[in-house]
Structures are given as C-alpha cells and as structure tokens.
C-alpha cells in the first residue's frame, strides 16, 4: 500500500533525480546518489554530490517495540538464498527501502569537491526524497560504456566524473587498496551448495563504494 509522508520540515528533494545502485539480487535499498558538475565559477571543473539514505529513525523510535527487537536482532542476517532482516520486512524491504517512484523519508548530505577530488564542504539534511530509478551494477557499467546517449548515461556520466575526482583524490593520500573478490553461491534445489562463482569487480562497484 502506498504510504504518504508529511514534508513537514523535511527538505524536498523529489525532483533531484536520485538514483540507486545495487546487485541484481538485491532486496532492499538503502542509499541513493546523484552529482553534477559544480555551477559556481570558483570550482572548475568541480562537482556537486548529494547522497542519501533511509532514515530509519523516523519509524523505529528509541525504546519502543521496534528498537527492543532490533537490539536483539543486532544485526541483519545474510544467507545465500535469503535474508532474516533486523527490522519487519515491512520496513525493511517496504517504508525503509528507496524504492523507485515512492516517497521516502531520508537523510541526506550535499558534498561539493574540486576537480582533484578535495572536499570543500558539505551539508546535512533531513529531507524527502523519490527515487527515480533502481539499477544494477552490470546495467549501469554497460550504460556507461556504451557511445550511444540515453537518458540513464546522462545521470550516470556526472556520477563517473565525480569518482574520477575522488579516486585521483584517494591516490594522491595513498590510501590502502584491498582488491578482494566477493562470489555468488549458488544453491540446488535441496538447499545444497551447487557452485561459487566469483562476482565480476566493476568501477560502478567502486563508484558506489567511493
């Protein structure tokens, strides 16, 4: 059923088209992103990022039911052909999920960085956002590298260049790479492990991950 959110004192950012990113077997969504190149004449070249995730805390509250068990719980649990979440499913996978084309209650930060990647300041914010379309990792690497412009490789370019400048960022401080493969496991249909295949290491991992 479809929840309707008060703006309240909630910045709107509906219109800014936010999108996530995730595995194909993903179940939930838990942040967005968005760039574009900086518009003040100061920053060349520069780029404007927002990002934003669930804000959970608007519908577990401290102490109540929702908290106690979720404190039980600690974590979400991870199986390969299943998830036993932290938090009813219908928050975890309904009201809490960025799911596209539905309002959702989240919290933000407008981050804006030179051409080389250095953060210059940033932004909280409290706001209400409407994912504008949920993608794939494998989709949007092919996007990105296909020549031909769509509407999806627009959003997408401005994300790329944004990495760009953080990854050139992350290279001039030297930080630790740990090139590790994560893998899929496969299971029959007795619940039996049938194979482990490692996944494919893309840069719109790396995007997402920067």
């Not at 809490?96 to 933000?108: F, K, Q």
């Not at 953060?119 to 690497?141: C, I, P, T, W």
């Amino acid at each position: 059923h479809v929840v309707v959110l008060p703006l309240g004192d909630r910045v709107d950012v509906r219109k800014v088209p936010l999108v996530t990113i995730d595995g194909r077997d993903s179940r939930d969504f838990d942040d967005a992103i968005w760039a574009e190149p900086d518009t003040d004449p100061k920053n060349p070249g520069g780029w404007h990022l927002m990002i934003a995730i669930a804000d959970v805390s608007y519908y577990v509250r401290p102490g109540t039911p929702l908290d106690k068990d979720a404190y039980e719980r600690g974590t979400s649990t991870y199986f390969p052909d299943r998830v036993i979440p932290m938090l009813p499913e219908a928050l975890s996978n309904g009201v809490c999920s960025l799911n596209p084309d539905e309002d959702r209650a989240v919290m933000g930060v407008n981050i804006w960085i030179d051409k080389d990647g250095n953060k210059l300041r940033h932004q909280f914010f409290r706001g209400l956002m409407n994912s504008h379309a949920r993608l794939v990792y494998e989709d949007v690497q092919r996007i990105y590298e296909t020549p031909e412009p769509t509407p999806v490789k627009g959003l997408l370019m401005p994300l790329y260049g944004a990495y760009e400048a953080l990854k050139k960022q992350r290279e001039t401080r030297g930080t630790l790479e740990i090139e590790v493969a994560e893998h899929y496991v496969h299971l029959d249909e007795q619940g039996m492990v049938k194979a482990i295949i490692p996944r494919d290491r893309l840069d719109s991992h790396r995007l997402i991950e920067e």
